[in-house]
Structure formats: structure tokens, C-alpha cells
């Protein structure tokens, strides 16, 4: 199972680096993330220059495809050219979108039926698009799911986890990353997260 990191210029760090991180735990058990950029070399929004592991066009294939976020939010979703390079399909893929990336789905029509959730800065232009933004930090319906705020990551890559290779699995990735002394109470957070944000609303 494959999962595409999408990385836009001028990403927030903690948005992939996180998610990607947690989820190339579970390699051994066939589950493996890549950073996937539109072009060769991204810059993040502190100037540090990452090498994309896979190109745009992964999304294509990949079973998991996790929208990052950045500063450049609405540059993003204005490129007509950039955004017809992401044709997802939530009926076989499982699709996260963390912070601006819920601009992103909006822009691509997914979010027309459900809420979702984002940071402060991005709310006001998911709202735009008719989207209610929940005082949340994870929100899932179905295969998509989105999260607020750049620790939430731990989130989407819980849900991912969990959704992929199953609860377990997951736990045993958060309580390694864990604040040592602090396992159990990172872990149920996350765990609490996920399951919270799939029964809202229903």
C-alpha cells in the first residue's frame, strides 16, 4: 500500500515530515509514504529545500493521498494547470487533507456533502467555497478526512494507520513516537481523535 505526501512550495513541515514519518513505520507491513511534489525540488515555508520522492502524477496510483499545507494556499488552488494534476477518487483511494489541503479538496469538489476541518488562517476561504469548517482538529466521513491545525498530522497518519493496517498497528507507532513517560496518554489522544471525528455528525 502506497501513500502520496503531497508537498506543494512553501509547505509546512510539520504537515508532511509527521505524517510521512509515522506512516513509513509500518514499511515492514507494506505500508510506505512518499513525498510527492509537483516538481523535483520543493521549498518549505522556512527555506528548506526537499527532494520529491515520487512526482505529482503518483496520486494517480497511490492507495492513500494526503494533501499537505503550506503558505501558498490560494496560489495553489488558483493553478487550474496544478490542480487538474490531482484527480482523486475517494471510492478506492483514502484521502487526508491537512490544513490549506481542505482548501484544496474543496477546490476539487470533494467536500460539497460534508464538513471539514482546517487552521484559522485557511478558514474564512474554505467557508467561501460553502464548506462548514468544524472547531475540530480531525473530522472523517467515508474516505476523507481532514484535520486542523500542524499537530493534528499525527491525526490523519492515526487514521490512515488505523483505516489500512488496522487499530493496533497504529497504537504501536504512537506509543514509540510517544514523549517517553507519556505513551498511554499520547496514544489514546490520537486514537480519541480519529474515532471522535468518524462519529460526528452522525
Same mark, same amino acid.
Given at each position: 500500500m502506497q501513500v502520496a505526501v503531497v508537498t506543494f512550495d512553501g509547505f509546512n513541515e510539520l504537515d508532511s515530515?509527521?505524517?510521512?514519518?509515522?506512516?513509513?513505520?509500518c514499511r515492514k507491513d507494506g505500508l510506505e509514504a512518499f513525498i510527492t511534489t509537483p516538481t523535483p525540488v520543493v521549498t518549505s515555508m522556512n527555506g528548506v529545500e526537499v527532494t520529491g520522492q515520487r512526482p505529482l502524477e503518483f496520486v494517480t496510483e497511490a492507495d492513500v493521498v494526503l494533501i499537505g499545507s503550506g503558505v501558498k494556499a490560494?496560489?495553489?488552488?488558483?493553478?487550474?494547470?496544478l490542480i487538474s494534476r490531482l484527480p482523486l477518487d475517494p471510492s478506492r483511494q483514502l484521502i487526508g487533507a491537512q490544513c490549506f489541503g481542505a482548501l484544496?479538496?474543496?477546490?476539487?469538489?470533494?467536500?460539497?456533502?460534508?464538513?471539514a476541518c482546517t487552521d484559522i488562517k485557511t478558514r474564512p476561504f474554505v467557508e467561501a467555497r460553502n464548506v462548514t469548517v468544524l472547531d475540530a482538529p480531525f473530522h472523517?466521513?467515508?474516505?476523507?478526512?481532514?484535520a486542523g491545525g500542524c499537530l493534528a498530522s499525527q491525526y490523519l497518519a492515526t487514521w490512515v494507520i488505523t483505516r489500512t493496517l488496522g487499530e493496533d498497528a497504529a497504537r504501536d507507532v504512537i506509543?514509540?513516537?510517544?514523549?517517553?513517560?507519556?505513551?498511554?496518554? !499520547?496514544? $489514546?489522544? %490520537? +486514537?480519541?481523535?480519529?474515532? !471522535?471525528? $468518524?462519529? %460526528? +455528525?452522525?
Amino acid at each position: 500500500m502506497q501513500v502520496a505526501v503531497v508537498t506543494f512550495d512553501g509547505f509546512n513541515e510539520l504537515d508532511s515530515f509527521i505524517a510521512s514519518a509515522l506512516i513509513n513505520r509500518c514499511r515492514k507491513d507494506g505500508l510506505e509514504a512518499f513525498i510527492t511534489t509537483p516538481t523535483p525540488v520543493v521549498t518549505s515555508m522556512n527555506g528548506v529545500e526537499v527532494t520529491g520522492q515520487r512526482p505529482l502524477e503518483f496520486v494517480t496510483e497511490a492507495d492513500v493521498v494526503l494533501i499537505g499545507s503550506g503558505v501558498k494556499a490560494r496560489d495553489v488552488v488558483a493553478d487550474d494547470a496544478l490542480i487538474s494534476r490531482l484527480p482523486l477518487d475517494p471510492s478506492r483511494q483514502l484521502i487526508g487533507a491537512q490544513c490549506f489541503g481542505a482548501l484544496v479538496l474543496a477546490r476539487l469538489g470533494l467536500l460539497d456533502a460534508m464538513p471539514a476541518c482546517t487552521d484559522i488562517k485557511t478558514r474564512p476561504f474554505v467557508e467561501a467555497r460553502n464548506v462548514t469548517v468544524l472547531d475540530a482538529p480531525f473530522h472523517a466521513e467515508g474516505n476523507i478526512a481532514t484535520a486542523g491545525g500542524c499537530l493534528a498530522s499525527q491525526y490523519l497518519a492515526t487514521w490512515v494507520i488505523t483505516r489500512t493496517l488496522g487499530e493496533d498497528a497504529a497504537r504501536d507507532v504512537i506509543d514509540y513516537v510517544a514523549p517517553v513517560g507519556e505513551n498511554e496518554e !499520547t496514544t $489514546e489522544r %490520537a +486514537l480519541r481523535a480519529v474515532h !471522535t471525528g $468518524e462519529a %460526528a +455528525l452522525g
